[in-house]
């Protein structure tokens, strides 16, 4: 079973977008991923306002910063590669 993840990141953030772009093929293949806008709370904003999009394990809270590929996630979460 692959890991719940967020992925951290705010409304009109270009890269945030890219990042959904990259993890959309993996959700398909089973990755949850919560998206969580750091302006809802001052201390996200905080801790990734100079760092989003940042993914994050919510079972290890282990952190993948941008930019970071599908192979990368692939690897960050433990799952077998999906076949293009």
């Known amino acids: 079973m ?3 993840c967020q992925l951290f990141g705010t409304l009109g953030c270009h890269l945030c977008e890219q990042a959904e772009e ?3 093929p993996l959700v398909e293949y089973g990755l949850l991923v919560e998206l969580i806008d750091i302006a809802e709370r001052s201390d996200w904003v905080e801790l990734y306002g100079l760092r989003i999009p940042v993914l994050r394990r919510v079972d290890t809270g ?5 930019p970071f590929e599908a ?5 960050f979460v433990g799952a077998p590669c999906p076949k293009a």
């Open 71 to 75: 192979e990368q996630v692939v690897s």
């Open 62 to 66: 282990a952190e993948l910063d941008w």
């Open 2 to 4: 692959l890991p719940e």
């Open 22 to 24: 990259v993890l959309m």
